[in-house]
């Protein structure tokens, strides 16, 4: 009977061919250490060999324990499973006891093999508990990192269990709702939202969950500690445990209340402004880059259209008169600058019957139904422009006519001065109130700016006399002798004389003569005699006769 020692010589010596046959068989058999080096698997064999030898003269099962964890901490940290390190050591037990039986050892030879390997496998175990030891330590750090984050995020989180009830919530849940963490985890989340929500999760929202595993952002009305309505959008994921099985859903909540408050009220802004602008008597419409988006009631009329959609997706330079249809109309017309308005001006439109109409243009941005587009009010100003040219006509007769009155009145007080302090009125045509009212001016202005003494009056032209002629030639009369000067009345017909007579006008006061020529030579005379008189007496007495 050989010795342990004599046995372990032998092993000893066949080493190398027990390493050599110890890496064939575990790289055919285990794939993890197909991924080793040739170098790094034939050292680890080597090590491994050593290990079971030393332990035949002496055998440590501390050691051979410790070992092993050692080696399963590594190999699991390389990718190892628990699985491939039984199957090395199984291999080994072959190749061992293979050898051991081929130089006709005891039985003893044959336990201890076992004993040293059966004390390496009992280190596996350990040593596997260690790395799931620093592996869940590691998923706790992990998962408190992430419990952390997840009730400090700020955005509205929550986990629900497949009961539907809370699991956990986030800090930002808990303040947009009002409620304390104790008085949400383990209710069902039916007491936290309105009916229609619940219904809708029920009916809609877990099904889906259940068929594609998430939902995106899935309207949900969430009931707040005050009775207020919170509303939110919901996105929820379903976790599946190490099983495969649903156990919770993750749920993001976005609180979209302010947001449909502000899309309402916008709503609402625009329902009004379009009852506004529908309803008003201006002309308005919307375009964007040139195409009609909308018409109110107004401009429908303005262009001779029975209803909108005979405009809508038409080119608002179409309704532009060509003549009028410049760059700068057409790109102010497509579009103005955010926040900017045109100034007024003035364009010819094209109705649809082919007419045309002047209208008054202001272009301004506004947002329609969200995005920037135009807006134009225009007024129909051919009535102003037709009455303005009539005005401008009316002026201009008014301006002739002014003219031609002041050519009259010029022509129909006529003074000619004659030398020596003579001036002569010939009258033409009727003579009016007024026309005697211009007489009598004309006759005082010109008797102080000419100095004249004697004034001849001429009615040779005068067709016939009423009493309006009569008082102004006694109202003449009388004003040229308070200013110092003679008065001959010449040409009187008939008709004029009888009429004389027959109003009573006083002719005391005047000398008459049958004809201008009389008139002018009567006067003559009587300046050269005032002339020769100023030696004597040195006034101006005269005195008038008739005839």
């Known amino acids: 009977m050989r010795s342990m020692r004599e046995i372990h010589g032998a092993l000893n010596a066949e080493r190398e061919a027990l390493v050599d046959e110890l890496v064939t068989e575990v790289h055919a058999v285990v794939p993890f250490y197909r991924t080793l080096s040739p170098e790094a698997e034939r050292v680890g064999a080597g090590r491994f060999c050593d290990l079971i030898l030393s332990s035949f003269l002496n055998p440590d099962p501390k050691a051979l324990e410790a070992w092993m964890q050692m080696v399963l901490s590594a190999r699991t940290r390389q990718g190892a499973a628990l699985s491939d390190l039984f199957r090395v050591a199984r291999i080994t037990r072959r190749i061992f006891t293979r050898r051991i039986l081929a130089g006709g050892a005891e039985p003893e030879a044959i336990e201890r093999l076992n004993d040293v390997l059966d004390e390496m496998l009992t280190g596996a175990p350990a040593g596997f508990q260690e790395r799931i030891d620093e592996t869940m330590q590691a998923l706790e750090e992990v998962e408190g990192r992430y419990q952390n984050l997840y009730l400090r995020s700020p955005a509205m989180m929550q986990i629900v269990d497949t009961q539907g009830r809370f699991m956990a919530v986030s800090f930002r849940w808990l303040d947009v709702l009002g409620y304390t963490r104790e008085e949400v985890i383990g209710r069902p989340v039916a007491d936290f939202v309105t009916a229609a929500s619940n219904q809708r999760i029920l009916e809609d929202t877990l099904p889906k969950l259940a068929r594609q595993g998430m939902t995106l952002d899935v309207p949900c009305q969430l009931v707040t500690k005050d009775g207020e309505i919170v509303d939110t959008l919901v996105s929820s994921l379903a976790v599946r445990n190490a099983w495969g099985e649903v156990d919770r859903f993750v749920g993001l909540l976005v609180d979209v209340t302010e947001q449909l408050k502000a899309e309402q009220a916008l709503r609402e802004s625009q329902e009004r402004w379009r009852a506004l602008v529908d309803l008003a008597p201006l002309s308005m419409c919307v375009q964007r880059a040139g195409v009609i988006l909308w018409v109110n009631a107004a401009g429908i009329r303005l262009v001779g259209a029975s209803s909108m959609e005979e405009l809508t997706g038409r080119q608002i330079a179409d309704f532009i008169y060509g003549p009028d249809r410049d760059a700068a109309v057409i790109q102010a017309l497509e579009g103005v600058r955010p926040g900017r308005r045109t100034s007024p001006f003035d364009r010819r439109v094209v109705r649809l019957d ?194």
């Open 354 to 547: 082919g007419s045309l109409i002047h209208v008054q243009v202001i272009a301004q941005s506004i947002l329609y139904e969200g995005a920037p587009a135009t807006q134009l009010a225009l007024v129909d100003v051919s009535a102003r422009l037709e009455a303005e040219a009539s005005l401008r006509m009316s002026e201009a007769q008014a301006k002739v006519i002014e003219t031609q009155e002041e050519t009259l009145r010029a022509l129909s007080t006529p003074l000619i001065p004659l030398g020596d302090g003579v001036i002569a009125l010939p009258l033409i045509g009727r003579i009016t109130g007024d026309r005697g009212k211009r007489i009598v001016e004309e006759l005082s202005a010109g008797v102080v700016e000419q100095q004249a003494s004697v004034v001849i009056v001429d009615v040779t032209g005068v067709p016939e006399a009423d009493d309006q002629v009569a008082a102004a030639l006694a109202r003449a009369a009388q004003t040229i002798r308070l200013l110092g000067a003679e008065v001959v009345l010449t040409g009187m017909q008939p008709a004029l004389a009888r009429t004389f007579v027959e109003l009573g006008v006083d002719l005391g006061g005047m000398t008459t003569r049958g004809t201008l020529r009389d008139g002018i030579s009567h006067a003559l005379q009587s300046r050269a005699g005032r002339g020769r008189g100023r030696g004597g007496d040195g006034g101006r007495g005269f005195r008038l006769r008739a005839g």
